[in-house]
């Protein structure tokens, strides 16, 4: 790994793949806004957030186990990984809500899976995600495409913060959704004309000022 790359945190590449300008913000402006969706997933994962082992026959289960990958540039933190005697290593991440099949979520898994590779010198084809909406955990496949996928998302959020620039907002369904609609502001973003307006009449110059005097 260059002493210069980017080092990407895992959760940027799940914001990323759910709205680019959402990651932007959370990356350059420490922007992130707790709703009452967030909320719950912060109270889900304060038990699974420290750092703990647990041993059965047959399986150890470790949580909060940090991870990375040196070639990618990743670094993050596991929610549960399960270790088999088999040698079979499993990551699973918890959600508050329910679970989408090929959603951002499991970009976020299959990097976590990338990552234990590296560590425990194995390979994963598969993991999951635990969705507290309906209390199950969801298979993900941790294939070519969605390897491949981890690694186009690794470079996109490499590029975000190489150039310090926030990606433009898009204003679609996705915002009715996002606790940072707020301070995103998409649809007034989304139309640059009318923001281009908004700026030129908030500042026009006061023809009445006395500052020329």
């Known amino acids: 790994m260059s002493t210069e790359q980017i080092i990407i945190p895992l959760s940027a590449l799940e914001h990323y793949a759910y709205c680019p300008r959402q990651a932007?913000?959370?990356?350059l402006e420490d922007g992130f806004v707790d709703d009452a969706s967030t909320v719950?997933?912060?109270?889900?994962?304060?038990?699974?957030?420290?750092?703990?082992?647990e041993a059965r026959?047959?399986?150890?289960?470790?949580?909060?186990?940090p991870v990375w990958h040196d070639d990618l540039?990743?670094?993050?933190?596991?929610?549960?990984?399960?270790l088999r005697d088999d040698g079979t290593v499993i990551p699973i991440e918890h959600k508050s809500g329910a679970y989408r099949p090929g959603g951002p979520a499991d970009v976020q898994v299959v990097a976590q899976a990338i990552c234990l590779e590296e560590r425990f010198n194995?390979?994963?084809?598969?993991?999951?995600?635990?969705?507290?909406?309906?209390?199950?955990?969801?298979?993900?496949a941790?294939?070519?495409?969605?390897?491949?996928?981890?690694?186009?998302?690794?470079?996109?959020?490499?590029?975000?913060?190489?150039?310090?620039?926030?990606?433009?907002?898009?204003?679609?369904?996705?915002?009715?959704?996002?606790?940072?609609?707020?301070?995103?502001m998409p649809r007034l973003l989304a139309d640059q004309k009318r923001y281009r307006q908004m700026l030129s009449e908030r500042f026009r110059p006061n023809p009445e000022s006395d500052w020329d005097d």
């Open 73 to 82: 540039g990743l670094t993050g933190v596991c929610d549960v990984v399960e």
């Open 142 to 184: 941790v294939d070519d495409a969605a390897r491949g996928r981890v690694h186009e998302l690794a470079e996109a959020v490499r590029e975000v913060l190489g150039r310090m620039a926030l990606p433009v907002a898009v204003a679609d369904r996705r915002c009715r959704g996002c606790s940072m609609n707020a301070l995103c």
């Open 57 to 65: 026959p047959g399986l150890r289960t470790l949580r909060a186990l």
């Open 24 to 27: 932007g913000l959370i990356l």
């Open 40 to 53: 719950r997933g912060t109270l889900l994962h304060q038990r699974v957030h420290e750092p703990d082992e």
């Open 122 to 140: 194995t390979t994963i084809d598969t993991g999951y995600i635990y969705a507290a909406g309906d209390r199950r955990r969801h298979p993900v």
